[in-house]
């Protein structure tokens, strides 16, 4: 069973992930993405998703409701995923609004823990993976 390891850094608040959306063309998309263990879906910033194509129109009129920090309000299937290390076909996940303050584009949430055996060492700063037999 292959491991991928995936370095992120231990002195920011969050574990902050580099990784790419290859959208139907072909073209592929950096993401700037955090690993959200209290999300149970992965959310997408409905900003990035209108920028690289996947959308059409976002919704003008989302925002933050009082005691939310992000605002689901759709769902999308992504082509090809690239995330630590693994390519996930079809991959669906949420649109959201995100405060724009936040400066990423997307929260990679539990439903990415079904995909693969995770393994978070914050003492090495590596997030191993490796998928399911």
Known sequence: MRENITSFDTSRHHIYLEFGVTDSSGVSHSVAG?????????????QFLKYA?????????????????????GTIELPLVDLCGHQIVNFKACVSYFEPTWGIDALIGLDFFRYFRVTIDFEQGVIVTSRYK
């Open 34 to 46: 955090i690993l959200d263990t209290g999300a149970p879906r992965t959310e997408f910033s409905d």
């Open 53 to 73: 194509g996947f959308l059409n129109d976002k919704n003008e009129n989302a925002t933050l409701k009082p005691g939310l920090q992000t605002n689901k309000y």
